[in-house]
């Protein structure tokens, strides 16, 4: 190889990399301005929820729902619902109609009593 191939190589490879960076600024650039107007549609649909009276941050959706004044607090029911659970041993589910050999009550007798949780 003579000087003259390697300097046409080296203006080949300096071309090349020109062309990559070129190309690689063009996919920077097209992902910001895609960026900017996902950003503004995105605020445009904001601006329109708000509008419509409903809340678009945290703060406003914590001052949005109030709790109603007669509201009866839900833990209470629960932890009674809790105090009425039964651990079954191995002998008691082999007694019961779905698990074990007992047949299905008849559809007029009641399962179980709601107050009574013994």
Known sequence: MDDSETAHK???KLKFS????????IAVCAFVVF???VRSKLRARIETIRAAGYPVTLA??????????DAEN???TLIEAFLCYYEWN????ES???????????RV?????AKNCD
Do not use: C, M, Q
Request: hydrophobic share 45%; no cysteine.
């Open 10 to 12: 080296r203006r080949r």
């Open 18 to 25: 020109h062309i990559l960076i070129v190309l690689l600024l």
């Open 35 to 37: 960026r900017l107007s």
């Open 60 to 69: 406003e959706l914590n001052e949005w729902y109030t709790i109603p004044e």
């Open 74 to 76: 839900a833990a209470d």
């Open 90 to 93: 191995k002998t008691e589910l």
């Open 96 to 106: 019961l109609p779905v698990f074990g050999r007992a047949e299905l009550p008849v």
């Open 109 to 113: 007798h009641r399962l179980l009593d």
